[in-house]
């Protein structure tokens, strides 16, 4: 069976075929891509679309790049996946040491998930066990910030800001945790990290963990804290017995100017979640790390870490993972995230001056202009893929994270596309 055209498999894809968040009633348009070279996405028509996206956080090298091609070719001949319960391989352990010796020096035990939102799950439940294995059986509450997004399985989407995560549509099945506002941090230092010290101190015999995303939430909103709400956050985290889970799936390997958010804050969580830009975009892996003392702690009373997906540890995934960590490591990856954010502060800090316009962040590879309201997603989808650009705005929010590579005329072309459209944008009354 194939299909006889463009158009044809189109339609097969907007009848059968669900896509992230969307309706198979009303399904929004979707563009066909054929192909993907450096940081341009080809078109069914053979129009380049400039990628303002890093296909979300992950494609940190841009797309089809020789020596991650090169690194899958080779693992592929000699296997693509064996199971991990009972056999070990060496593509795991390159990238077990890889990630030991690339985070902070407690981090030393890793579990090699196959997604992030499953990395997630093994966190919580790390977490979880490690307090159940002290004894601490009643501490089984997550404590984490509105305007956070963890995933979409359940555990993640528990913790996932209770308005737009949809926390309405699940009540009956998803455990109730406790939120505290969103972090804002002021002028004069300080922080609304008070509120969240009240809950701690009121629930700390329930709370396992206090789950956060360092530095910059991102699909929940895309703001930016600093780095002192984190280092308070630690110290209560430590002052009230519960543990610190960082999630840093999306900011992860450079994206925020260090290779770890957690890094800007000078602290060490207990246990650390990656994902997304791991593989260089290539792959869906992900990876949950911890300290020995929670690692020995879960195992106290001979307990042992009840996770184990099928494709754990898959050898493609952590073949391409290593040689896109060596090709980071290899690259001036500081200079570009800084060049890039001197550019998106410079070119986009002016948007503010349009009536749509709430406000513009920039954060190392990051460029975020709020809206008023939320818009119109078909309509100004179709805006930005007409300029030959791809940019995917959702609810108030326009933003690009672009791949490191990206060089001063590309990210102009986005920059300046996301002026275009902004200028010509007007509010809905
Ligand atoms: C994307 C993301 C997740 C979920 O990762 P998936 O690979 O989509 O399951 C979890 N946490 C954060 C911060 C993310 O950005």
């Not at 679309?49 to 693992?75: F, K, R, T, V």
């Not at 009972?86 to 795991?92: D, F, K, R, S």
């Not at 196959?114 to 089984?140: F, H, L, P, R």
């Not at 600093?226 to 994206?255: H, M, N, P």
Request: aromatic residues 8%.
């Amino acid at each position: 069976m194939s299909f006889k055209n463009t158009s044809d498999w189109l339609n097969f894809d907007r009848e059968h075929l669900w896509h992230p968040y969307t309706s198979m009633t009303e399904p929004l348009p979707c563009y066909p891509i054929v192909s993907a070279q450096g940081v341009r996405l080809t078109l069914a028509d053979g129009n380049e679309l400039i990628d303002g996206m890093s296909s979300w956080w992950a494609a940190i090298h841009g797309y089809n790049h020789p020596s991650l091609n090169a690194a899958l070719i080779e693992q592929l001949q000699s296997m693509s996946h064996v199971m991990f319960g009972g056999l070990t391989h060496l593509p795991a352990v390159t990238l077990g040491k890889h990630l030991v010796e690339l985070t902070a020096p407690p981090l030393e035990h890793v579990f090699l998930a196959d997604s992030g939102s499953v990395a997630v799950e093994v966190a919580i439940k790390m977490a979880i066990q490690y307090w159940y294995a002290q004894g601490e059986t009643n501490k089984q509450k997550l404590l984490t910030v509105r305007g956070g997004y963890h995933g979409d399985t359940l555990a993640g989407m528990s913790v996932c800001d209770p308005v737009n995560g949809m926390h309405n549509l699940f009540q009956g099945v998803l455990p109730q945790h406790f939120f505290a506002p969103r972090p804002e941090c002021y002028a004069d230092g300080t922080s609304n990290i008070d509120t969240l010290e009240i809950l701690l101190s009121k629930h700390q015999d329930d709370i396992a963990a206090v789950i956060i995303e360092p530095i910059v939430q991102g699909a929940g909103g895309m703001h930016f804290y600093c780095a002192g709400y984190l280092q308070q956050l630690r110290q209560l985290c430590d002052k009230y017995s519960v543990l610190l889970i960082l999630d840093e799936i999306a900011t992860g390997f450079g994206r925020t100017g260090t290779l770890f958010a957690y890094e800007q804050a000078k602290i060490v969580p207990d246990i650390l979640c990656l994902g997304k830009a791991l593989t260089g975009g290539y792959m869906s892996l992900a990876a949950t790390l911890t300290t020995t003392r929670v690692a020995q702690g879960i195992s106290a009373d001979t307990g042992v870490l009840m996770h184990g997906p099928t494709f754990m540890a898959n050898p493609l995934a952590c073949q391409v993972a290593n040689a896109s960590i060596e090709l980071l490591l290899a690259s001036p990856w500081k200079s570009r995230i800084a060049q890039i954010e001197r550019q998106l502060m410079m070119q986009l800090s002016s948007c503010a001056q349009y009536p749509v316009v709430k406000q513009v962040r920039v954060k190392g590879a990051i460029g975020v202009v709020e809206l008023h309201q939320a818009v119109d997603m078909k309509t100004m989808q179709a805006d930005f893929v007409a300029q030959k650009v791809w940019i995917r705005p959702f609810n108030k929010l326009v933003y690009i994270m672009p791949p490191y590579i990206i060089n001063e005329s590309d990210l102009s072309r986005l920059t300046s596309t996301i002026h275009h459209i902004l200028k010509h944008l007007t509010l809905n009354t």
